[in-house]
C-alpha cells in the first residue's frame, strides 16, 4: 500500500463533523453553509438534468461555464481572459489545487506555502515529491513576514501556494504584501497557484485583491475560484482556474486524469450564477458579516480573546485567557462533549512533521443562520 496515504490521518473536517453529531452540536468546525443556494441555481441545474445534458461535456469545461469564468475575472478583478484557452472546469477547489499543482511540479522542486495552511496542501505536494518551504504567519494579525519569505525563496523554488482570503485564519493579503510577493517571483522566475475560494467573502472596507491582477503576473499565475463558496452550494464540487494558455493546457492534462469532466447540468448553473449582479455578490458578503459580528461579540463575552477576521468562512478565537488544562485538540474534545459546539483546533493547519504551532487557538465557522450562531454563543457562555 501506499506508504504516504497510510500515514494520512482522516481530515478533521470529517472528525470533528462526525463527533458534533454524536453530541448533538452546533458544528461551527467543517465550513459548509446551513442554508441552500441560490434557488434559481437549482431550477438552471434541474431544468438542465430534464434537458438531457447528462453525457460526458467537454474536458475543459461547458464553454459556458468558460466563458462566464473569463467575464467574471474581467468584472471582478480586471484580468482580461480568453475563455477558450485559458480556463479550465475542474471538480471543485481541491482537484484544482491538486492539478494545478501537477501542472507546476517536477520532483524536488520547492514549493513556498503559508503556515497555518489548508489540509491539502502539503500531502499533495509530497506525493508529487516536491519540497514544501512553510513561511509561518504569526497571530494575531498573521501578517507577511518579508524577510523569512525572502529568505525562502531561492533557486529551487518552482511556485509560491498562497491562499486569500484565508483559512482558517480569516486574513486577506493587502495589496502591498502581494506586490512583494510579486516582486519576488519575477526576480526568481517563480509562479503561483492562488487558491482564491473565499474571493467574495471579504467584509468592507477590505477588498479582495488578486495577484493574478497586478502587472506583468498573468503569465505565472494560476487563479483558482469554487462555486462551491461563491454559491453556497459546497456539494455541487464545481471549481475554475484561470491561468495563461501554456499552463491552463496542463492544468486540463492533469484534470483527465483526475476525473477528465465535471456534471455537466452544475456546470451550466454555475455560469448563469458567475453572471449574477454586484448585489448577489454583496448581500452574500453582508450576510456572512452579521454572522461574524454575532459570533465574535459572543466568544468575547465568553471569555475568549478573538482574533481580526477580513474574509473567508472563519474566525480565530484564543482559549488561553479561559485558563484551560489541555492543548486545542483537547479543547475542541471537551466543547463538543460538554458545551455542544464544535470548533476546529488551529494545530491541524500546521506541518506534523515541523516545529509546533500554537497550541491555544479554534477556529469557528461563521457560515450559519444568525439563529444557530445566537445559540453556539448561549452555550459557550456556559463555558467559564
Ligand atoms: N474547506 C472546509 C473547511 O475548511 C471543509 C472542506 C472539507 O471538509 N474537506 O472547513
Redesign the pocket.
Known amino acids: 500500500a501506499n506508504a504516504m496515504l497510510s500515514a494520512l490521518p482522516t ?1 478533521i ?2 472528525v470533528m463533523s462526525a463527533l458534533a453529531v454524536e453530541h448533538d452540536a452546533v458544528n461551527l468546525g ?2 459548509f453553509p446551513d442554508t441552500e443556494g441560490p434557488a434559481d441555481l437549482v431550477e438552471v441545474a434541474a431544468a438542465a438534468l430534464r434537458d438531457g445534458r447528462n453525457q460526458y461535456p467537454p474536458l475543459a469545461g461547458l464553454p459556458e461555464l468558460r466563458a462566464a469564468v473569463a467575464s467574471a475575472n474581467l468584472r471582478f478583478c480586471g484580468i482580461e481572459v480568453d475563455p477558450a484557452t485559458e480556463v479550465v472546469v475542474t471538480c471543485g477547489a481541491t482537484e484544482a489545487i491538486t492539478a494545478s499543482l501537477m501542472a507546476l511540479v517536477n520532483p524536488g522542486d520547492e514549493v513556498v506555502v503559508f503556515e497555518p495552511l489548508y489540509d491539502t496542501y502539503l500531502p499533495v505536494l509530497r506525493m508529487l515529491g516536491a519540497v514544501a518551504r512553510p513561511v509561518r504567519l504569526l497571530p494575531p494579525d498573521w501578517s507577511l513576514p518579508r524577510a523569512e519569505l525572502e529568505a525562502a525563496v531561492g533557486p529551487r523554488t518552482k511556485a509560491i501556494l498562497l491562499n486569500t482570503p484565508m ?1 482558517p485564519t480569516g486574513k486577506v493579503f493587502t495589496r502591498e504584501e502581494l506586490e512583494f510577493i510579486a516582486g519576488l517571483m519575477a526576480r526568481h522566475d517563480v509562479y503561483a497557484v492562488c487558491d482564491e475560494v473565499y474571493e467574495h467573502l471579504t467584509f468592507a472596507p477590505v477588498r479582495h485583491v488578486a495577484l493574478m491582477s497586478l502587472p506583468g503576473m498573468k503569465a505565472r499565475t494560476i487563479r483558482i475560484g469554487s462555486a462551491g463558496k461563491s454559491f453556497s452550494m459546497t456539494g455541487w464540487k464545481v471549481g475554475y482556474v484561470t491561468a495563461p494558455a501554456p499552463l491552463a493546457a496542463l492544468v486540463a492534462k492533469a484534470h483527465q486524469l483526475l476525473t477528465f469532466t465535471v456534471a455537466p447540468n452544475l456546470q451550466r448553473a454555475v455560469a448563469v450564477g458567475l453572471e449574477k449582479d454586484g448585489a448577489y455578490f454583496q448581500q452574500l458578503s453582508e450576510s456572512m458579516r452579521r454572522s461574524r459580528d454575532i459570533l465574535t461579540q459572543g466568544l468575547r463575552d465568553a471569555g475568549f480573546d478573538v482574533l481580526p477576521c477580513d474574509g473567508s468562512y472563519f474566525v480565530i478565537a484564543d482559549f488561553a485567557p479561559l485558563g484551560f488544562d489541555g492543548d486545542d485538540v483537547a479543547f475542541c474534545r471537551a466543547m463538543t462533549c460538554t458545551l455542544g459546539v464544535t470548533g476546529i483546533p488551529v494545530s491541524a493547519f500546521y506541518d506534523p512533521d515541523g516545529a509546533p504551532g500554537p497550541r491555544t487557538l479554534v477556529r469557528f ?1 461563521f457560515c450559519k443562520r444568525p439563529e444557530v450562531v445566537t445559540e453556539a454563543v448561549r452555550r459557550l457562555r456556559r463555558v467559564g
Open positions: 481530515t473536517f470529517s467543517q465550513g483559512n465557522a
